[in-house]
């Protein structure tokens, strides 16, 4: 029923290309030799790109997305075995060797990578690599490629440019040296930039920045976009179409509106619909999508997503579908903007009955444990932080340690945990949130400050009291890989903590038993080793672990950020589930805002070690009193293209000051777009005085000696 | 930087004394120099072996702190003390130096040269032929022990090239030089060069094989490494990437290994001395130990502490050189 549409072919047999395109993509196909068999890790990708345009590819990991980018700019190893077309202005880049592709490449297409800090040479100063990206295209001396760079870094908004270019890159901060890579690769005006996860290694208010930036390369340069991204945030304020990717092919494309508003692929439907919502005060339920991407060595017929979706009918199994039109008044056909398009069987039927996540996935939506009903006041605390300062001393020589000056990780931060009820900490990388879970967890006398688990002071507990207080305080990593014995079999894993609490043998088997079934696993899942499992399921071990001896209070430290999307729900959901069920208190460690808004009852957030608002979640989210919060928050791109068109956004100025030398006064001065408006003799009081948490109304608090309420959702 | 590298000199200078020191007292301690006198036929009378033993400060029946404070004192003066017949032992020692130094040199340069070269080729073409080859070779290297790799290298200048390439330079597998050839200097040299190749051959040999092995796992780090797809990004080429962005990094680590290994190489070369006949270090300090001459083995053991200083210092300067991130302002 497509043979009518040879740019989805998967082919690659020639067809005329599209006028007017710049970068043409057709049939692209892309396997790799490996030792369990071929993988085919992009399997017929076809896109136009007309000039200035940005397309954004979203796809969890291994949906192809990257392989195919890197195939565009030839950057794959050469064990890869490429099909299809590349065209570049016309031009074929398939078959190309090393030589010519490299006139090309960082001339008429360049590219910017996710990592910055590894995607730099170490051992050369940033502006030489600017100059070298300029010198390898243009016939120019070495004094007017480096001042070409530093005006390269002026642009990128590098403050001291012509200074700063001669540092080394490991003297940058991640958000610099993502503005130097953005740098180089508009350094000879492509026509074509590929920007491969560029943000996601960074901070939500540094990601904002980054985004500016990236915009402006854009105007400078004219230059279309590919962005690749899994953050769908990202995209639907980003880009002008967007191609959603799974196991190696686009399952739906159209314009950013039709992917986010109408879209027509239960996988479309379920990851928007896993993604909880900043913007939206009463909780919606999340569509977790069960399972997991299949293995692109020996692809069963059919549709790749069937096995994970709701709505697969035989056919599915059986035949895999194309990319058609959604709409039947859509032509078909190569043209540059080829309509909404999705490669389901029953799109249709979707897209006549409107269907939404809710319709196709299950949707769970947990409530509050019975003893949350009871009002907060009347609550136990289940864990009480008062004044809480860590410090730590930066020392220098190997032989003789002097210490040269004091890092405050965690400089006096008071909350408290009641039953029941989940308390996020959120803030950036930096802000003392790890050393504040860590000075917990240890159950040692703090430096000052007063810690109290279960109504018991850490200080002056012996080892016996300790032991007897970590039955009830469990505590889930962010990465499930890392935090399972990997030569341990799960049953041995769960049993490990009742073993040391002296459970009998025979209690321990069963106990294991109930904890696979309470976190969603099969009892035949207890011989097995944690590499058996995938990162979702890896975590509900770690989860069940924690829950073992029946804690009462569980410290998650970012469970869900090292997720995939569509996984990422699952575990969000059972999170939810357990503690209604177990009437578990949860401290949520995360800088994922969005996760927090869902999940939390209260939230605390932190700046360089001094907590800046806290309060009832609701209350933080609509009325942010502080401007940290506030820029936070709309730091955060939304999945809601027409939101992201209209916000405006708080954009901070430069990174995080150091721990080790923090401001005067109230730390967050030096970036706060408040602090820059005030007239001299009320900002003097931002200088001279640390402002304490002050009531805002019932159940918030913020530290700002000039809080004011401002709604940036 | 200066200051930096003043303070890790002394740091090393404390080392070195502490190392000669233990050293000494080892060697004082478990070597017998009277033993030496006493075997002889006919005995020295038990007098005049204590004189001996006495001038030289070998005396086992004096304490050997006694012994270390006079061999101290006397070496902070800039006196190494005498061997065992009775020669200055700074005399022999300078004499030796030079010796070990034109045997290693030549060989350590062109091992790590080569040994860099192979490692890199042998990243670059994995589990190509050539890597394979290279490979297999690196570990018959690596498992040959320097005396059958040297007896080898005899063999075959012997059996093969002298006998049948008779045109050529002629392989000559003991000593420095022909201690009786008189002609230009380019004569000489020529037949400095001749005794040179052989053991220079099996210096190198051992060195490429193990660089290189090094070197193709350092080099393969980096090839994976982000930053050099970056530079491809930019518009170079593949092979201009490696070689500029690529090995520079890969030879951060190798910095360190390369300036310590040239170190101890000059006092662990013994093997190939001993075979070759080449009166170096290495030869020097088994023999001294055989002949119970403590002062000869307490210099040697200065000597090889004072390398490792050096060792240090160079691997030191080396990786600032290299690595901007460890450089102090």
């Known amino acids: 029923m497509t043979l009518d549409l040879p740019a989805e072919t998967p082919t690659g047999r020639v067809v005329p290309g599209t006028p007017g395109a710049v970068l043409e993509v057709r049939g692209l196909t892309v396997s790799f030799p490996s030792e369990s068999g071929t993988v085919t890790a992009v399997r017929g990708v076809s896109f136009a790109l007309s000039p200035g345009e940005v397309l954004g590819i979203v796809g969890e990991s291994g949906s192809g997305k990257s392989v195919s980018s890197l195939a565009v700019m030839g950057l794959l190893p050469s064990t890869a075995r490429?099909?299809?077309?590349?065209?570049?202005?016309?031009?074929?880049?398939?078959?190309?060797?090393?030589?010519?592709?490299?006139?090309?490449?960082?001339?008429?297409?360049?590219?910017?990578?996710?990592?910055?800090?590894?995607?730099?040479?170490?051992?050369?100063?940033?502006?030489?690599?600017?100059?070298?990206?300029?010198?390898?295209?243009?016939?120019?001396?070495?004094?007017?490629?480096?001042?070409?760079?530093?005006?390269?870094?002026?642009?990128?908004?590098?403050?001291?440019?012509?200074?700063?270019?001669?540092?080394?890159?490991?003297?940058?901060?991640?958000?610099?040296?993502?503005?130097?890579?953005?740098?180089?690769a508009i350094a000879n005006d492509p026509d074509?930039?590929?920007?491969?996860?560029?943000t996601t290694a960074l901070d939500v208010t540094v990601q904002a920045q980054i985004l500016e930036v990236l915009g402006t390369a854009q105007e400078a340069t004219g230059a279309a976009i590919v962005m690749i991204t899994h953050d769908l945030g990202v995209i639907a304020g980003f880009a002008d179409r967007v191609m959603v990717m799974y196991a190696g092919r686009p399952v739906e494309t159209g314009t950013v509106d039709d992917i986010f508003y109408r879209p027509r692929m239960p996988y479309t439907l379920g990851l928007l619909g896993s993604l909880p919502r900043l913007d939206r005060a009463e909780r919606q339920p999340l569509t977790p999508v069960d399972g997991n991407p299949p293995s692109l060595v020996d692809l069963p017929p059919g549709c790749p997503f069937a096995p994970r979706c709701p709505m697969r009918l035989s056919v599915c199994l059986e035949l895999e579908p194309d990319l058609d039109p959604v709409r039947s008044g859509d032509t078909p056909g190569p043209g540059l903007h080829p309509g909404h398009r999705a490669a389901c069987h029953r799109h249709r039927e979707i897209e006549e009955q409107?269907?939404?996540?809710?319709?196709?996935?299950?949707?769970?939506?947990?409530?509050?444990?019975?003893?949350?009903?009871?009002?907060?006041?009347?609550?136990?605390?289940?864990?009480?932080?008062?004044?809480?300062?860590?410090?730590?001393?930066?020392?220098?020589?190997?032989?003789?340690?002097?210490?040269?000056?004091?890092?405050?990780?965690?400089?006096?931060?008071?909350?408290?945990?009641?039953?029941?009820?989940?308390?996020?900490?959120?803030?950036?990388?930096?802000?003392?949130?790890?050393?504040?879970?860590?000075?917990?967890?240890?159950?040692?006398?703090?430096?000052?400050?007063?810690?109290?688990?279960?109504?018991?002071?850490?200080?002056?507990?012996?080892?016996?009291?300790?032991?007897?207080?970590?039955?009830?305080?469990?505590?889930?990593?962010?990465?499930?890989?890392?935090?399972?014995?990997?030569?341990?079999?799960?049953?041995?894993?769960?049993?490990e903590g009742l073993k040391t609490y002296g459970v009998p043998r025979e209690k321990r088997?069963?106990?294991?038993?109930?904890?696979?079934?309470?976190?969603?696993?099969?009892?035949?899942?207890?011989?097995?080793?944690?590499?058996?499992?995938?990162?979702?399921?890896?975590?509900?071990?770690?989860?069940?672990?924690?829950?073992?001896?029946?804690?009462?209070?569980?410290v998650l430290d970012e469970p869900v950020s090292a997720l995939d999307v569509s996984i990422r729900a699952g575990v969000i959901n059972l999170l939810e589930q357990l503690r209604e069920k177990l009437s578990l208190s949860y401290l949520f460690v995360a800088h994922d805002l969005s996760?927090?808004?869902h999940i939390a009852n209260r939230v605390a957030v932190m700046y360089l070690g001094r907590i800046v608002e806290i309060g009832d979640v609701n209350k933080v989210f609509e009325t942010p009193a502080h401007p940290y919060t506030q820029a936070l928050l709309s730091a955060i791109p939304?999945?809601?293209?027409?939101?992201?068109?209209?916000?405006?956004?708080?954009?901070?100025?430069?990174?995080?000051?150091?721990?080790?030398?923090?401001?005067?006064?109230?730390?967050f001065r030096t970036r706060c777009p408040l602090f820059a408006t005030l007239a001299p003799d009320k900002a003097q009081r931002c200088i001279d005085e640390e402002p304490a948490v002050a009531s805002q109304g019932p159940d918030h608090g913020a530290a700002c000696h000039y809080a004011e309420v401002k709604t940036v959702l | 930087m200066l200051k930096f590298l003043l303070r890790r000199f002394a740091n090393y200078l404390v080392l070195v004394a502490l190392a000669t020191t233990m050293g000494y007292f080892l060697a004082a301690t478990s070597l017998n120099a009277r033993a030496n006198y006493e075997?002889?036929?006919?005995?020295?009378?038990?007098?005049?072996?204590?004189?001996?033993?006495?001038?030289?400060?070998?005396?086992?029946?004096?304490?050997?702190?006694?012994?270390?404070?006079?061999?101290?004192?006397?070496?902070?003066?800039?006196?190494?003390?005498?061997?065992?017949?009775?020669?200055?032992?700074?005399?022999?020692?300078?004499?030796?130096?030079?010796?070990?130094?034109?045997l290693l040199l030549l060989g350590s340069l062109f091992g790590a040269a080569l040994g860099v070269a192979m490692g890199v080729i042998g990243a670059v073409k994995q589990y190509s032929f050539t890597d394979h080859f290279t490979t297999a070779w690196a570990f018959v290297l690596l498992s040959t022990p320097v005396f059958l790799l040297a007896v080898l290298l005899k063999f075959g200048a012997v059996k093969y090239w002298n006998a049948h390439v008779p045109d050529s330079v002629h392989l000559y597998y003991v000593g420095e030089k022909n201690p009786g050839l008189t002609g230009t200097s380019f004569v000489l040299l020529r037949d400095r060069i001749a005794h040179l190749?052989?053991?220079?051959?099996?210096?190198?040999?051992?060195?490429?094989?193990?660089?290189?092995?090094?070197?193709?796992?350092?080099?393969?780090?980096?090839?994976?490494?982000?930053?050099?797809?970056?530079?491809?990004?930019?518009?170079?080429?593949?092979?201009?990437?490696?070689?500029?962005?690529?090995?520079?990094?890969?030879?951060?680590?190798?910095?360190?290994?390369?300036?310590?290994?040239?170190?101890?190489?000059?006092?662990?070369?013994?093997?190939?001395?001993?075979?070759?006949?080449?009166?170096?270090?290495?030869?020097?300090?088994?023999?001294?130990?055989?002949?119970?001459?403590?002062?000869?083995?307490?210099?040697?053991?200065?000597?090889?502490?004072?390398?490792?200083?050096?060792?240090?210092?160079?691997?030191d300067l080396l990786y600032a050189a290299l690595d901007p991130r460890v450089r102090i302002r």
């Open chain 2, 197 to 315: 190749i052989l053991p220079t051959l099996g210096i190198v040999l051992g060195q490429v094989a193990f660089y290189s092995r090094y070197q193709r796992n350092s080099f393969l780090d980096v090839m994976g490494s982000d930053f050099l797809r970056t530079a491809q990004a930019k518009g170079l080429r593949r092979r201009t990437a490696l070689i500029k962005h690529g090995l520079r990094t890969a030879l951060i680590p190798m910095a360190t290994f390369f300036a310590y290994s040239f170190g101890l190489l000059l006092t662990g070369a013994t093997f190939t001395e001993k075979i070759f006949g080449w009166h170096g270090m290495g030869e020097w300090f088994i023999d001294s130990i055989a002949k119970n001459d403590i002062n000869v083995v307490a210099a040697v053991i200065v000597f090889s502490a004072v390398l490792i200083l050096i060792a240090g210092l160079i691997a």
């Open chain 2, 39 to 102: 075997g002889r036929n006919p005995r020295p009378s038990q007098t005049s072996i204590d004189a001996k033993l006495n001038e030289l400060n070998l005396n086992n029946h004096t304490p050997v702190v006694k012994r270390f404070t006079r061999w101290a004192g006397d070496f902070v003066r800039g006196d190494m003390g005498k061997t065992f017949d009775e020669r200055p032992v700074w005399g022999e020692m300078k004499q030796r130096m030079g010796v070990s130094l034109r």
């Open chain 1, 595 to 597: 996760v927090v808004r």
């Open chain 1, 638 to 667: 939304l999945p809601d293209p027409r939101k992201e068109r209209e916000r405006r956004r708080v954009v901070l100025e430069g990174d995080l000051p150091s721990p080790a030398d923090p401001p005067s006064g109230c730390r």
């Open chain 1, 192 to 198: 074509v930039i590929i920007a491969d996860e560029p």
């Open chain 1, 82 to 184: 490429i099909s299809g077309s590349i065209r570049f202005q016309g031009k074929e880049l398939l078959g190309l060797g090393d030589r010519e592709f490299s006139e090309l490449r960082g001339e008429g297409m360049s590219m910017v990578f996710q990592d910055p800090l590894s995607a730099l040479t170490p051992v050369y100063t940033v502006g030489d690599q600017i100059a070298e990206a300029v010198r390898i295209h243009r016939d120019v001396g070495k004094d007017e490629a480096k001042r070409k760079a530093v005006e390269l870094l002026e642009l990128v908004g590098i403050p001291n440019a012509k200074e700063r270019s001669r540092a080394f890159p490991h003297e940058f901060s991640g958000g610099m040296r993502q503005r130097v890579m953005i740098a180089m």
């Open chain 1, 509 to 554: 088997a069963a106990r294991v038993r109930e904890l696979l079934r309470l976190v969603g696993l099969g009892p035949e899942h207890a011989s097995r080793y944690p590499a058996e499992f995938s990162g979702g399921q890896r975590q509900r071990i770690c989860i069940a672990r924690a829950l073992a001896l029946e804690p009462k209070l569980v």
């Open chain 1, 354 to 495: 409107g269907l939404t996540a809710t319709d196709v996935f299950p949707a769970q939506l947990a409530g509050e444990p019975p003893v949350a009903r009871r009002p907060r006041e009347s609550r136990t605390a289940v864990l009480d932080v008062e004044g809480l300062v860590r410090r730590f001393p930066l020392t220098r020589g190997a032989v003789f340690r002097r210490t040269v000056g004091t890092v405050h990780a965690v400089d006096g931060i008071t909350f408290d945990i009641r039953e029941g009820e989940t308390l996020a900490l959120v803030g950036e990388s930096g802000c003392g949130k790890t050393t504040t879970i860590n000075e917990i967890l240890t159950l040692a006398r703090p430096q000052e400050g007063r810690v109290a688990v279960l109504g018991r002071e850490t200080t002056g507990l012996d080892r016996g009291g300790r032991r007897e207080i970590r039955r009830d305080l469990s505590v889930v990593f962010q990465d499930p890989m890392a935090s399972l014995d990997p030569r341990l079999p799960v049953a041995d894993i769960l049993a």
